[in-house]
C-alpha cells in the first residue's frame, strides 16, 4: 500500500530540509574545525537558508488542500514564522543598502543595532520554523534535540547579531568601495556562525527520526477518527 499524498509531501519537505542541513552543517563544521573564516562561502547562511527552507514550505503549501485541521494550525504557525524571518532579512538589507549606497548621512548607533537585531531575528526565526515543522512529528527524543538546537541557536544568533552591529560601519564601507573579495564580510560572522554546526547536527537527527515517524506521526483529523453510526 503506498503512501498517501499528504505524507509523501511532508517526507520531501523533511527531505529537503535535512539535505539543506547537511549541507550547511558541513560548510559550518569545515569552517570551524579549518578556521577558513575568509573563504568565499563562508557567512552564506542569510542566503542559502531562507532558500531552502522557502522550497520546503513551498512542497507543503501546494498540499495544503491535503491537510487536516490540526495539521493546518501548526503548519500555518511555521508559514507565519517563516514570513517574520523574511520581513527582518529585507529590513536588514534595506538598512545596508541604504547606508552603503543610498545616503552620505553619519550612521548613528541605533541604525548598527537596529541592522544587527533584524538579522539576528531573522536568523532565529528561521530556526524556529524548522522546530515547528516537525515538532509535533518526532518523539520526546526529538522534541528534545529540536529545542536544544533552537537554544543554541538563539545564543549564537545573538553573537552573530553583536558582531554585525558592531561591524556595520566597516560592512558598508566594503560595499561602498566594493571591496567584498577580501573578504571582510566574511570574516565578522563567519566564526560565530561556525558554532551553528552543532546546531545543524541536533536538527538532522530529528529530521531523521521526524521522516521515519511520518506515517505513524501525521495526526488525522477528529472527523476521521469517528467510527460511521451502526446501520
Known sequence: MGLSPMVSKLRL???ILTIGFVIEGAIEAYTYLSRSYRLPYAALIFILGPFVTLAGILVLWMGR???????SRRFRHAHRTFGLSLVALVVGAALLVWYSYG???PISWWVSWGFGAALMASLLLTFATYVLLALHLTAMVGKALLL??????????F????????????ITLVLRTRTLADGSLNTSVAGFE??????YALLIIAYIDAFRR???GSPRSPSA???????
Open 148 to 157: 536544544l538546537a533552537l537554544g543554541w541557536a538563539a545564543v549564537v544568533s
Open 159 to 170: 553573537w552573530i547579531g553583536q558582531a554585525l552591529a558592531q561591524d556595520f560601519g566597516a
Open 194 to 199: 561556525s558554532y551553528l554546526a552543532l546546531t
Open 214 to 216: 511520518v506515517p505513524a
Open 13 to 15: 519537505t523533511l527531505g
Open 225 to 231: 477518527s469517528v467510527a460511521p453510526p451502526a446501520a
Open 65 to 71: 488542500h491535503q491537510w487536516n485541521n490540526l495539521l
Open 103 to 105: 545616503s552620505a548621512a
